[in-house]
T-cell receptor, first 118, second 111 residues
Framework: GAVVSQHPSWVICKSGTSVKIECRSLDFQATTMFWYRQFPKQSLMLMATSNEGSKATYEQGVEKDKFLINHASLTLSTLTVTSAHPEDSSFYIC??????????????FGPGTRLTVL | QKEVEQNSGPLSVPEGAIASLNCTYSDRGSQSFFWYRQYSGKSPELIMSIYSNGDKEDGRFTAQLNKASQYVSLLIRDSQPSDSATYLCAVSWQAGTALIFGKGTTLSVSS
């Protein structure tokens, strides 16, 4: 299957600071990537759909000015959590589809980034 | 509101038994269905995908889809302790769109 990486794998920051999370497709090009958030003991919740070269599409209730998404190339999408607060502490996971691959309808997930805001 | 429902469990089975996991979805027009396995602290790992009615087998795993009943299931034969994890059912309403996940069923396989 296609490989998706994320960096960093975990981060601890102070309240009020900004944190950038990178999502990369390593062996394929991804015109669309998805960002999910998962709180403890809960399922994955879609935050936004990241489209290469255009604005991201955010789900209802997700603040686009707080969660900045940039998809500047076919292999990289970034999520920046601005002015982070303790309630933003969560497990952030990205996924991507390999449209040119055999498993074009499947989504491959990155390993996730655990964010802790103090 | 598109929804995916799963029994949260925990589902406990002895080693070697068959584990049966179930999922229902709200939108009759859904097209793609997936089962992911998630170990604690890790991201989801794709186990099975199924797109048409019937059964699909892959090793010890069998996915079953019944679109008329809006029901998807996953059977795990010869369950192993390493199968202990949370199993997430995910549905895509259109090809290429984001996945909507159920809350997951926690499976515990005892040796």
């Amino acid at each position: 299957g296609a490989v998706v990486s994320q960096h960093p794998s975990w981060v601890i920051c102070k309240s009020g600071t900004s944190v950038k999370i990178e999502c990369r497709s390593l062996d394929f090009q991804a015109t669309t990537m998805f960002w999910y958030r998962q709180f403890p003991k809960q399922s994955l919740m879609l935050m936004a759909t990241s489209n290469e070269g255009s604005k991201a599409t955010y789900e209802q209730g997700v603040e686009k000015d707080k969660f900045l998404i940039n998809h500047a190339s076919l292999t990289l999408s970034t999520l920046t959590v601005t002015s982070a607060h303790p309630e933003d502490s969560s497990f952030y996971i990205c996924s991507a589809r390999d449209l040119a691959g055999r498993s074009y309808n499947e989504q491959f997930f990155g390993p996730g980034t655990r964010l802790t805001v103090l | 509101q598109k929804e995916v429902e799963q029994n949260s469990g925990p589902l406990s089975v002895p080693e070697g038994a068959i584990a049966s996991l179930n999922c229902t979805y709200s939108d009759r027009g859904s097209q793609s269905f997936f089962w992911y396995r998630q170990y604690s602290g890790k991201s989801p790992e794709l186990i099975m995908s199924i797109y048409s009615n019937g059964d699909k087998e892959d090793g010890r795993f069998t996915a079953q889809l019944n679109k008329a009943s809006q029901y998807v299931s996953l059977l795990i034969r010869d369950s192993q302790p390493s199968d202990s994890a949370t199993y997430l059912c995910a549905v895509s309403w259109q090809a290429g769109t984001a996945l909507i996940f159920g809350k997951g069923t926690t499976l515990s396989v005892s040796s």
